[in-house]
T-cell receptor
């Protein structure tokens, strides 16, 4: 089973709202990732968690706050977003804690619209 | 500098045609990994293949084949007898494992939109 699940599939939020994106995997993977993807662009890495610890933060604005409650779950808390944050947010996981050469398995994504 | 270059932005073919998607990469590491992902309109990136830098053997999986050539830093992907369901954006990606590399980071190319017409 190589499934990564993400909820919700779609989210519309105002600039003053607070919302959370959720990601779950049950493959025993020790690395989890958040990506942001704008239309017709490749995914851009935002955060990497290895062994439930934040190992990479790609200078993401503080209005995005990641959380890894346990090895299977990854959340992305959103607050005071801007319209330009509208995008597809993808979660991924890989076997090794530092993802060294391992393929990443992606979830279906959350399509976020900020109004 | 772009580590992965996919020069073909869009390709259109008619069903049953063969099509090759090009990927050129750049790295100074001797140990690295190359990947292809498919992204259909639904949005999910689907892993297709992983290759490490020490394994230049070409691979075939059904209608899909991959040609890895270190001499030209290329990792091209061929779909034989294309089908409408192959329509998607295809991304080539690189992961480096050398000293000083950002482990776990995938460098994506800009993707190639493949459209297969019936």
């Amino acid at each position: 089973d190589t499934e990564v699940t993400q909820t919700p599939k779609h989210l519309v939020m105002g600039m003053t709202n607070k919302k959370s994106l959720k990601c779950e995997q049950h493959m025993g993977h020790r690395a989890m990732y958040w990506y942001k993807q704008k239309a017709k662009k490749p995914p851009e890495l935002m955060f990497v968690y290895s062994y439930e610890k934040l190992s990479i933060n790609e200078s993401v604005p503080s209005r995005f706050s990641p959380e890894c409650p346990n090895s299977s779950l990854l959340n992305l808390h959103l607050h005071a977003l801007q319209p330009e944050d509208s995008a597809l947010y993808l979660c991924a996981s890989s076997q090794e804690p530092y993802g060294q050469g391992d393929e990443q398995y992606f979830g279906p994504g959350t399509r976020l619209t900020v109004t | 500098a772009q580590k992965v270059t996919q020069a073909q932005t869009e390709i259109s073919v008619v069903e049953k045609e063969d099509v090759t998607l090009d990927c050129v990469y750049e790295t100074r590491d001797t140990t690295y990994y190359l990947f292809w992902y498919k992204q259909p309109p639904s949005g999910e990136l689907v892993f297709l293949i992983r290759r490490n830098s020490f394994d230049e053997q070409n691979e075939i999986s059904g209608r899909y084949s991959w040609n890895f050539q270190k001499s030209t830093s290329s990792f091209n992907f061929t779909i034989t007898a294309s089908q409408v369901v192959d329509s998607a954006v295809y991304f080539c990606a690189l992961s480096e494992a050398g000293r000083g590399s950002t482990l776990g980071r995938l460098y994506f190319g800009r993707g190639t939109q493949l459209t297969v017409w019936p």
